[in-house]
């Protein structure tokens, strides 16, 4: 990993490379951050181009501290008129929101949404489709799309609280505030309103320290065992610390974190959560 700064524009993101994290920022302002289909494509684009890039090894998006998303562009999304289209057009169209929902769910990469103010609709697909979720006290999360007679992703929400608190969200579209969120299991820490953006990307730099290599194989341990029986994934899991220990870079670390354990300051012991 490279201590170095990338910063890139695009149409309706701000991107930058720093200390390992790559950070993408929505800046469609002026819709409160809507998801258009083409700013799914520019996110896809930004995180297909940082997944060989050895210099991101930790991926954080955001909006900004007064609001993450309001949700899918529904002015766009009257405008298609799937019945006067061509089909094919509609769902290809239509398909960038897919596309960004698979690039998430098999990113081999940790992703965490720092979510300030609403996270609404396709807002909140973003951010339960993201590994952690660090939420500011005015984050606001809801998935109000059964009010206008559609629906939302349900899969991942009810994976990270729960089949019964997901279904009271999935039927109702009602909101819920940060703390809430927190309680149930959705955000995994809440910080003050104003610093998001600031703690997600310090936890980013604490785990992309860690190093590319190990963020890699703890990434695909996430995505590969939790979808496996209990035998399979004890014996998956044995297998990978199996290779990682047989590692000689591992066990050059593991020597230096002993000596470091006998001269009383242990790395083990280091950070917080």
Not at 177 to 193: C, F, H, S, W
């Amino acid at each position: 990993m490279k201590g170095v700064t990338k910063v890139s524009e695009w149409a309706y993101l701000s991107t930058e490379v720093e200390a390992g994290v790559g950070t993408i920022r929505m800046t469609r302002l002026d819709k409160r951050n809507a998801l258009s289909t083409d700013v799914c494509e520019e996110i896809t684009r930004c995180l297909q181009a940082w997944r060989e890039d050895d210099d991101v090894v930790v991926v954080v998006i955001a909006g900004t501290e007064e609001f993450f998303s309001a949700g899918m562009d529904l002015q766009e999304y009257l405008d298609y008129e799937p019945e006067r289209r061509e089909p094919r057009s509609y769902y290809r169209e239509m398909g960038r929101y897919h596309g960004l929902y698979r690039t998430l769910v098999d990113y081999p990469k940790p992703t965490i949404a720092a979510v300030a103010g609403p996270a609404f609709a396709g807002g909140c697909d973003l951010l339960t489709h993201c590994d952690l979720r660090v939420m500011a006290d005015n984050a606001i999360i809801g998935m109000p799309q059964p009010k206008y007679g559609i629906h939302s992703h349900y899969s991942p929400l009810w994976r990270l609280v729960g089949e019964a608190r997901a279904r009271l969200m999935f039927f109702t579209g009602d909101h819920i505030d940060a703390a809430e969120a927190y309680r149930i299991g959705l955000a995994n820490m809440v910080v003050p309103t104003g610093t998001v953006i600031e703690e997600a990307t310090t936890l980013a730099r604490r785990m992309a320290a860690l190093g590319l290599e190990t963020q890699l194989r703890l990434k695909e341990v996430v995505l590969r065992a939790p979808n496996m029986d209990p035998l399979a994934a004890v014996d998956y899991e044995t297998a990978a610390y199996r290779d990682v220990c047989a590692d000689p870079a591992a066990r050059d670390r593991v020597r230096e974190g002993l000596d470091e354990l006998r001269q009383s300051r242990s790395r083990a012991l280091s950070g917080r959560l």
